[in-house]
């Protein structure tokens, strides 16, 4: 039986936009195209953090103003308009003349991913902040997202970067057609390349992990909204066939820990909000509203939230679950389930659906994936959630490796972050559960 609605969905999913946007606020540029959070630098630097801090926050504002037909945000007694806001950052970010400029994507170049983000934020914001260009300003930026093409990148998820830019400027009125069939090339490559069935892509190096659900199918997701003909039967059948299997890992306990990039956690809803669009036969709006809430609930009960943003860990800072490549910035990809959820909102009432029980909540169950080797078990009474990884030795068992003294002077040393190599740890262990989290 569904639960009964919580009239204050839409209140609290404002107010939790509304606290990001404090923070971006808090810490912008003078123009908003570089956002300088407090915490700890990647081996990108400063500049490039500051890139992410921006990209990574720009969607979920676009998905907010669209959803709002861009009203105007009260933050402590001040209004601004979303719309004026972000044309101006992202105006001055493209502009090679402007001291905020984001600079030329080159190869294997972090600024080809934020580009990806600020192209999805522009077109998820199209009605509001592409009409605010001049025909100047529109060709600038174009002229810096045209630099993605022919670039080298790493050969996982990054393929689909150069696809989402590409097809965001075809939806937004630019039809290149060696752009177009570039995009197309690399998507037929990358698809045949990666693909395993049943939902999941092998992601290079580490094979299997979240990244599926907040990289690989949230773009997908948003290849389908923008260009509806873009292999439909593909992208709906593979999210299908992915939520089903995935939705199992979800509790108001959190989720298994597992894998790289343990900072994006919140986004880990994501592709199960998308499939209330996608998939709604198996995940229907309130059921994608429980696992969204639950999660944005569990990590904010538990300190994964401070100064603005999202904290450099899975609950609090934690040097020892932070990659090199992630700063700052770099964590606001847990943002992207909201991002999801608030276009959501828009095309179905996800925030009025009636809450539905997660699996978990109804009760015990083993469900196993043979084509990625995973089976998750799942204890209703308990509320835990175990994951097997059926290839990994059953008596050997990682520890996570602390951050300490040594990592310090040689970070003192090199004037770079040197943070642990957990990858055992995340990978290699047998079980992960939502009950005994390898920091604990």
Same mark, same amino acid.
């Given at each position: 039986?569904?639960?009964?609605?919580?009239?204050?969905? %839409?209140?609290?999913?404002?107010?939790?936009?509304?606290?990001?946007?404090?923070?971006?606020?808090?810490?912008?540029?003078?123009?908003?195209?570089?956002?300088?959070?407090?915490?700890?630098?990647?081996?990108?630097?400063?500049?490039?953090?500051?890139?992410?801090?921006?990209?990574?926050?720009?969607?979920?504002?676009?998905?907010?103003?669209?959803?709002?037909?861009?009203?105007?945000?009260?933050?402590?007694?001040?209004?601004?308009?979303?719309?004026?806001?972000?044309?101006?950052?992202?105006?001055?970010?493209?502009?090679?003349?402007?001291?905020?400029?984001?600079?030329?994507?080159? #190869?294997?170049?972090?600024?080809?991913?934020?580009?990806?983000?600020?192209?999805?934020?522009?077109?998820?914001?199209?009605?509001?902040?592409?009409?605010?260009?001049?025909?100047?300003?529109?060709?600038?930026?174009?002229?810096?997202?045209?630099?993605?093409?022919?670039?080298?990148?790493?050969?996982?998820?990054?393929?689909?970067?150069?696809?989402?830019?590409?097809?965001?400027?075809?939806?937004?009125?630019?039809?290149?057609? #060696?752009?177009?069939?570039?995009?197309?090339?690399?998507?037929?490559?990358?698809?045949?390349?990666?693909? /395993?069935?049943?939902?999941?892509?092998?992601?290079?190096?580490?094979?299997? #992990?979240?990244?599926?659900?907040?990289?690989?199918?949230? @773009?997908?997701?948003?290849?389908?909204?923008?260009?509806?003909?873009?292999?439909?039967?593909?992208?709906?059948?593979?999210?299908?066939?992915?939520?089903?299997?995935?939705?199992?890992?979800?509790?108001?306990?959190?989720?298994?820990?597992?894998?790289?990039? !343990?900072?994006?956690?919140?986004?880990?809803?994501?592709?199960?909000?998308?499939?209330?669009?996608?998939?709604?036969?198996?995940?229907?709006?309130?059921?994608?509203?429980?696992?969204?809430?639950?999660?944005? /609930?569990?990590?904010?009960?538990?300190?994964?939230?401070?100064?603005?943003?999202?904290?450099?860990?899975?609950?609090?800072?934690?040097?020892?679950?932070?990659?090199?490549?992630?700063?700052?910035? %770099?964590?606001?990809?847990?943002?992207?389930?909201?991002?999801? %959820?608030?276009?959501?909102?828009?095309?179905?009432?996800?925030?009025?659906?009636?809450?539905?029980?997660?699996?978990?909540?109804? @009760?015990?169950?083993? !469900?196993?994936?043979?084509?990625?080797?995973?089976?998750?078990?799942?204890?209703?009474?308990?509320?835990?959630?175990?994951?097997?990884?059926?290839?990994?030795?059953?008596?050997?068992?990682?520890?996570?490796?602390?951050?300490? !003294?040594?990592?310090?002077?040689?970070?003192?040393?090199?004037?770079?972050?040197?943070?642990?190599?957990?990858?055992?740890?995340?990978?290699?262990?047998?079980?992960?559960?939502?009950?005994?989290?390898?920091?604990?």
């Amino acid at each position: 039986m569904a639960e009964s609605n919580n009239n204050n969905y %839409s209140e609290r999913y404002e107010a939790l936009f509304k606290y990001f946007f404090k923070g971006y606020l808090e810490y912008q540029s003078n123009d908003g195209a570089l956002v300088f959070y407090p915490g700890e630098n990647s081996w990108y630097g400063a500049r490039m953090n500051a890139l992410e801090g921006f990209a990574r926050f720009f969607p979920l504002a676009a998905s907010y103003m669209s959803s709002t037909n861009d009203l105007s945000v009260n933050i402590e007694g001040n209004n601004y308009k979303l719309s004026s806001l972000f044309k101006n950052a992202v105006v001055s970010g493209t502009n090679p003349s402007h001291p905020e400029y984001w600079g030329k994507i080159g #190869d294997k170049d972090q600024r080809m991913v934020e580009a990806a983000d600020v192209a999805l934020g522009l077109w998820l914001s199209r009605d509001y902040v592409w009409e605010k260009f001049n025909r100047e300003e529109k060709k600038q930026l174009f002229n810096w997202f045209i630099e993605a093409e022919g670039k080298q990148f790493v050969d996982n998820n990054w393929n689909l970067f150069p696809i989402m830019i590409f097809k965001v400027m075809e939806g937004l009125g630019a039809n290149i057609p #060696d752009n177009i069939e570039y995009s197309v090339g690399l998507y037929e490559r990358y698809k045949s390349n990666t693909y /395993k069935g049943k939902g999941w892509f092998f992601d290079a190096p580490s094979g299997f #992990d979240y990244y599926n659900g907040w990289a690989i199918h949230y @773009s997908l997701f948003w290849l389908n909204q923008i260009d509806p003909d873009f292999d439909p039967g593909f992208i709906r059948d593979s999210n299908r066939e992915f939520v089903e299997f995935y939705k199992y890992l979800f509790s108001r306990n959190g989720f298994p820990m597992m894998g790289r990039s !343990v900072c994006y956690r919140a986004a880990a809803p994501a592709p199960i909000v998308a499939g209330a669009i996608l998939s709604p036969e198996v995940i229907p709006p309130g059921l994608a509203l429980n696992a969204l809430d639950s999660t944005w /609930k569990y990590f904010i009960e538990n300190n994964a939230i401070k100064q603005g943003k999202v904290t450099q860990g899975f609950f609090e800072d934690d040097l020892s679950l932070l990659d090199g490549y992630s700063g700052a910035g %770099s964590c606001l990809w847990s943002l992207r389930s909201l991002i999801v %959820s608030f276009y959501a909102d828009s095309k179905i009432s996800l925030f009025e659906s009636n809450s539905q029980p997660l699996p978990i909540d109804i @009760s015990d169950y083993q !469900v196993s994936n043979k084509t990625i080797g995973w089976t998750i078990m799942g204890n209703k009474d308990a509320g835990t959630i175990e994951l097997e990884i059926d290839n990994n030795d059953l008596d050997t068992i990682y520890p996570l490796i602390k951050y300490g !003294v040594k990592n310090e002077l040689k970070e003192l040393i090199l004037r770079r972050p040197s943070r642990p190599n957990n990858h055992k740890a995340l990978y290699e262990n047998r079980f992960y559960s939502n009950e005994n989290l390898l920091f604990q």
